[in-house]
């Protein structure tokens, strides 16, 4: 009714031409501050209406709704919009391992003008991650990888120059630190927490541990079963020793939050985790607060360091009444001058490489994101795309084998021999090679 | 006789139109009831039937029709229910020790069209055998299901008991506890399951950790939730504290119909407390107890918020594992095949435990 009337006035208004009221309804991020950035960032797109796309106007109103904060539950909650067909949410964010496994749902954005020139400023490795059979199924929002996160106080008070460069050093600084703060007093003191959950997290922190060891990425991007080799097994055999010496035993229990809890405390001198916990690790009432810094992982013997790719994209439900104008809302969303003020205000790490050596980005709090461009370069993929639609199970099969051998239940050598056994039974089409 | 007759023409005439007057209440009511009963039988027997359909088939969860989907007979089912039980073989070493196989790659080299792992592996008469299963997730959610409905059920209903009496006596602020004693079982599963994993935290910053750790117990770093032998204690023990206020009320509510007079009769008789409550309290609060039982054994068979909450995907109750599968894996047919299965069990339980119970006896 409302829009019968908008259209009425309009023509009665004399209006030279008619535009088409579209609501695009955007489901992403829950907590506070994602969902106020969201807000502003769909506010700036509205002030500039109308948009003309494909030869009409649009005048285009945003309702962003917040979905479920546990990736899996989102997931679950997509999967049933999509078992139903349904054109509820025209604009989604999707975790960057769901590409693969969401495509047949997704709109190909290439069909879309202006996506082909954007997609060149963003980095290859996720550009190639949202490209499913030549089809651009997502663009990227914003990313993520794994850092070390090092007490740079504590590092300096037990005579190191800076954070260690590989794991034997790790370990080393972590036992001596660790050493120390329990004679000074603090009992609660562990040298490195890191996400050793049985869950997706885990892939996430062992692929690390694989990949900087040269051990692979699991299953190539061409799909060889390449994860029951020499160098994975020391790597996961590695972390299994850390568990109960340099580790908490329950770190076999954590999370991001869990890790960040133990790290935020001061009761870490080393934390794996993702960007995001640098800004409350410096919020004002934080005990940690300029005490610490941030680096790339710890390369392995025979490796380079790895950080694994994670992060968000904006893809198009292609069972949206309103395609084009949602891909339109997804190019400003996911633009260069959106990227930065994600990054300054959500710290939330860019896609668009430039985006790095934008002056007003070097000038705020997160300047350092410009010194870890390397590593958000050559992040490693988890195999989702080369396995869909079984990814889930991939690496479900993946972190149970890795969760095993960090509570001691087998030995990585038997454990990685099983896992193959289990990979070649889920994807019979691939091959089982070596690294490389 | 004539007169009998004529006596007996109005009653059977009576009966007749009274005959006639059921019938058309009858069609009345089936009438009235044909609503409700469509209502059903698409709410439920539709929605059954059709899982019961789709297990029989390899469809695949938000496939976009991108997929046909098969007919695949008994597949599903023979994944879920392939069990194998073989003896180790071992090597004698050196010094004559036992060297057994591992387990779990001695069971995938089985030369079988099914590719088992372990569900458990023992020793009886000197020889160790290995029980495989194609899905060893089910059968031991299946176990740890039962097991956690078992324990939960009976510790509620003691506990529930011993609630309900305590507030049965007339004491100042009765009602006030009474109250009180709801806030456990009012608060939302999901949540209350959060605020146990949190006390469950596995160093000193949670509450059983640090309270452990004052009582100088333990290192403060027991892991709860993790360490498998003390999942199910702890889960259990999230679930007791939830269930037994509903327990408590639905007993309270039994106790409260019980005359008073017996009790003073007894008193009178000089019988003990004990006695009381074995020969009055117990037998009329029977029928009310045996309701509260499978009301809460069908609901504990069919946890999910708990364990899906506190456990995610480390460990599965049988609907978690049906949900993992539907959702997470998008097997549309294995998880149908396992729910059906589920329901069978249920079903089997809630028919065994009516019976034994004598609920349905009708007096």
């Not at chain 1, 975790?95 to 495509?103: E, K, M, N, R, T």
């Not at chain 2, 060893?136 to 299946?142: A, I, K, L, N, Q």
């Not at chain 2, 009301?295 to 993992?324: K, P």
């Amino acid at each position: 009714m409302k829009r019968w009337f908008f259209a009425a006035a309009l023509v009665l208004g004399g209006a030279a031409v008619a535009q088409q009221d579209v609501t695009i309804t955007w489901m992403g991020g829950s907590n506070a501050p994602a969902q106020q950035f969201a807000a502003a960032s769909a506010q700036r797109y509205m002030d500039a209406n109308p948009h003309t796309i494909n030869g009409t106007e649009y005048n285009v109103t945003i309702e962003f709704v917040a979905g479920p904060e546990s990736t899996t539950d989102r997931l679950s909650l997509y999967l049933q919009y999509f078992e139903a067909q349904s054109p509820e949410v025209d604009l989604m964010n999707i975790d960057v391992i769901w590409p693969g496994d969401l495509a047949a749902h997704l709109v190909d954005l290439y069909q879309y003008e202006g996506f082909e020139e954007a997609v060149e400023a963003h980095f290859p490795a996720i550009v190639e991650n949202n490209t499913v059979d030549g089809e651009l199924v997502g663009i990227p929002l914003f990313t993520d990888a794994g850092l070390l996160y090092y007490r740079s106080d504590l590092l300096e008070e037990y005579g190191y120059d800076g954070p260690p460069s590989t794991w034997d050093e790790l370990e080393e600084m972590a036992r001596t630190i660790q050493e120390g703060e329990r004679e000074g007093g603090n009992q609660d003191f562990w040298g490195f927490v890191w996400q050793g959950n049985a869950y997706e997290g885990l892939t996430c922190d062992a692929l690390e541990w694989v990949a900087s060891h040269g051990g692979g990425t699991i299953i190539s991007p061409d799909g060889v079963i390449t994860i029951n080799n020499e160098r994975a097994i020391a790597a996961i055999e590695r972390a299994a020793g850390w568990v109960g010496s340099i580790s908490p035993e329950g770190v076999t229990g954590f999370l991001e939050e869990d890790a960040r809890g133990v790290w935020q405390a001061g009761n870490a001198a080393f934390m794996r985790n993702w960007p995001y916990a640098y800004v409350p690790g410096q919020d004002e009432a934080s005990p940690i607060r300029g005490k610490f810094g941030v680096a790339p992982l710890p390369a392995g013997e025979g490796g380079s360091p790895a950080a694994t790719l994670g992060g968000w994209q904006l893809a198009v439900n292609a069972y949206s009444d309103n395609p084009a104008v949602a891909a339109d809302v997804a190019l400003h969303l996911t633009s260069y001058e959106e990227q930065v003020r994600r990054a300054i205000e959500v710290s939330n790490l860019p896609t668009i490489e430039a985006v790095y050596e934008d002056p007003e980005l070097l000038n705020s709090e997160v300047a350092w994101f410009a010194d870890l461009l390397p590593v958000f370069q050559n992040a490693v993929a988890r195999p989702s795309t080369v396995t869909a639609p079984q990814y889930g199970e991939t690496s479900r099969i993946f972190f149970t084998a890795v969760h095993d051998v960090l509570t001691g239940q087998e030995d990585a050598g038997t454990a990685l021999a099983i896992l193959e056994l289990d990979l070649m039974e889920l994807h019979p089409d691939f091959e089982v090679g070596t690294p490389e | 006789m004539a007169q009998s007759r004529i006596g007996m023409a109005p009653a059977s005439r009576g009966a007749r139109k009274g005959l006639r007057l059921a019938a058309r209440e009858e069609r009345m009511a089936w009438l009235l009831l044909l609503p409700s009963v469509l209502l059903l039988l698409t709410v439920a027997l539709f929605p059954l039937g059709r899982v019961f359909y789709s297990s029989f088939t390899d469809a695949r969860f938000a496939a976009a029709g991108s997929q046909e989907v098969n007919f695949v007979g008994m597949r599903n089912y023979r994944e879920l229910l392939s069990f194998t039980l073989r003896e180790l073989p071992y090597q004698v070493d050196a010094d004559g020790v036992r060297r057994y196989d591992h387990p779990r790659l001695f069971l995938r080299r089985l030369d079988t069209s099914m590719s088992y792992d372990e569900v458990v592996t023992f020793d009886l008469f000197g020889t160790r055998y290995v029980l495989g299963a194609v899905r060893p997730e089910f059968v031991r959610s299946v176990i740890d299901t039962v097991i956690f409905t078992v324990v939960t059920v009976s510790l509620e209903t003691i506990l529930g008991m011993i609630v309900a009496l305590a507030l049965a006596a007339k004491f100042f602020g009765r009602n006030a506890m009474r109250t009180a004693m709801l806030v456990p079982w009012a608060i939302i599963t999901v949540v209350s399951a959060r605020i146990w994993e949190w006390m469950f935290r596995s160093n000193r910053s949670g509450f059983f950790n640090s309270l452990l750790d004052r009582l100088g117990w333990g290192d403060g770093n027991t892991g709860f939730l993790t360490e498998p032998a003390l999942q199910l204690p702890s889960i259990i023990a999230i679930d007791v504290w939830k269930t037994t206020p509903f327990m408590a009320l639905l007993l309270l509510a039994g106790l409260s119909v019980i005359p008073k007079e017996l009790y003073e009769a007894a008193e009178v008789d000089g019988a003990s407390p004990i006695r009381r409550f074995f020969t009055i309290t117990l037998p009329l609060v029977s029928p009310t107890l045996a309701v509260a039982l499978v009301f809460r054994t069908l609901d504990a068979l069919r946890v999910f918020d708990l364990f899906q909450v506190v456990f995610g995907e480390r460990r599965f109750s049988m609907a978690s594992f049906a949900q993992y599968t539907l959702v997470a894996n998008r097997d549309v047919g294995l998880s149908s095949a396992a729910s059906v299965v589920i329901f069978l069990i249920i079903f089997i339980f809630a028919i065994i435990y009516i019976r034994a119970l004598k609920v349905d006896s009708g007096d």
